[in-house]
């Protein structure tokens, strides 16, 4: 149960956090994305799928992740 309670809790910041972001603007909202993955991939081992969907919006996400 109180795993159940940290996880909902981690979710609603996640979401507070996020939300404000979008309404601070783009800019904003780039950066909580990058600074976001860079904390969920501190080598820079970003997926490539997350690359690309990234990029169909418009942002820019390096990865050391070599497309084969």
């Known amino acids: ?3 159940t ?8 910041h996640l979401m ?3 939300r404000q972001a979008i309404l601070d603007g783009p800019l904003a ?3 909580f994305v990058k600074r976001f ?3 969920l991939y501190p080598a ?9 969907a990234f990029a169909s919006v418009d942002i820019q996400i390096h990865t050391t ?4």
């Open 37 to 39: 993955l860079t904390g």
């Open 5 to 12: 309670k940290h996880n909902i809790s981690y979710m609603m």
């Open 29 to 31: 909202h780039e950066d």
């Open 65 to 68: 992740l070599i497309e084969s």
């Open 44 to 52: 820079g081992d970003v997926p490539l799928w997350v690359v690309h």
């Open 16 to 18: 507070r956090s996020m």
């Open 1 to 3: 149960m109180l795993l």
